[in-house]
């Protein structure tokens, strides 16, 4: 007879307001410095496995199709850390996995896929593994993943030295306020340069990068209680700051890249119009040309409206703060 042990879970996707852009260990993703993250409702994961004695290997699901040897393998290596803790290194699943994204956004994250998959395996081996340690086994997936099993604001602690479980996503904060993000979807036919990539080729060639670690301390001493006392505009100005410093740390990368697309300067240029009227409305972006715009949920519509001239309604889409990972009631 064989033996099944399953589960679902479900995890939101993150943006940092304070960016990860780096790893100490690349092996382990540790991380160079901390960051912080909004947790948001708008996109997600759902994730299923299905530990089964009587499989030979892994097999993975991605939208309904059935995934190459390439990306099952990654899910394999994620698996193995879960069977180690178990005590079943030969226990085999088939891996479910649908990304809730707004059709044309290509926002698919690796945060919510590994923390969802995180969570799914932590239920479905019996392994009771508190948010805290289990953000340290999504974290070897995608180190944002880390910060996607927590809701609201979250802090990804860096750590100290090679110790894997000292670098681990806490709840900074809920995000229970006037809250919103609104994200203006650049479609891209550039190629993309991923951010594993993107942050190794800027840690290893940009000469800003000695300034990095020492801004990102300073930008999380200074959004903390800017975010505790609810002042949209101190965290947005801070958030602003920490993504176009980790930006311009690419562009003087050798060879140079960016992320911004010519659409993206004119989403860029949209939110300082808004904030010339008086509208608080920050950006941040990440290894991509989306746009993401920190504003209050009441003025969401307001800025969305703002885009319509440049970019189609579903190029826009509020997000509100988002809830912890959970999972997902059995069928
Ligand atoms: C710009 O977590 O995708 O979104 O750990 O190599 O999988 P890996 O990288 P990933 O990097 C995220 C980079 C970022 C900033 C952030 O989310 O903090």
């Known amino acids: 007879m064989n033996e099944i042990h399953s589960a679902g879970y479900r995890a939101h996707t993150n943006i940092a307001l304070i960016k990860y852009w780096g790893k100490r260990n690349k092996e382990l993703f540790l991380p160079v410095t901390s960051s912080l993250s909004l947790t948001l409702d708008a996109f997600y994961t759902d994730t299923h496995v299905e530990f089964d004695t009587s499989l030979t290997g892994d097999v993975f699901y991605l939208g309904g199709e059935l995934q190459n040897e390439a ?11 879960f069977r180690e803790t ?19 956004a290509g926002l698919a994250s690796s945060a919510s896929a590994f923390a969802a998959l995180a969570g799914a395996c932590n239920l479905a081996l019996d392994l009771q593994l508190d948010a805290q340690t289990l953000s340290t086994y999504a974290r070897q997936g995608s180190g944002s993943a880390s910060r996607s099993l927590l809701g609201g604001f979250v802090e990804w602690h860096k750590g100290e030295g090679d110790e894997s479980a000292s670098s681990y996503a806490e709840a900074f904060d809920d995000a229970d306020w006037d809250l919103a993000m609104v994200f203006v979807i650049i479609n891209r036919n550039a190629k993309k340069i991923d951010s594993r990539l993107g942050m190794e080729h800027t ?25 505790k006392a609810h002042d949209l505009d101190t965290v947005g100005q801070i958030a602003e700051h920490n993504a176009m410093k980790m930006h311009a740390m690419t562009i003087a990368a050798k060879p140079s890249f960016t992320y911004w697309e010519p659409a993206s300067i004119e989403a860029m240029t949209i939110v300082r119009e808004l904030r010339e009227q008086g509208i608080p409305a920050y950006i941040t972006m990440d290894a991509g040309p989306n746009v993401k715009v920190l504003c209050r949920a009441s003025q969401a519509e307001t800025i969305k ?15 509100k703060p988002g809830p912890a990972a959970h999972p997902l009631e059995k069928e």
């Open 203 to 227: 840690n290893q060639t940009s000469p800003f990068y000695a300034l990095w670690p020492k801004e990102v301390e300073k930008d999380l001493a200074m959004i903390k209680p800017a975010i």
């Open 71 to 81: 990306n099952t393998a990654k899910v394999s290596r994620f698996l193995d850390l």
């Open 86 to 104: 178990a005590g079943k290194p030969n226990l085999y699943a088939k891996v479910t996995s649908v990304n809730h994204v707004p059709t044309a």
């Open 305 to 319: 409206a703002a885009f319509a001239p440049r970019f189609g309604a579903d190029q826009v889409v509020i997000a």
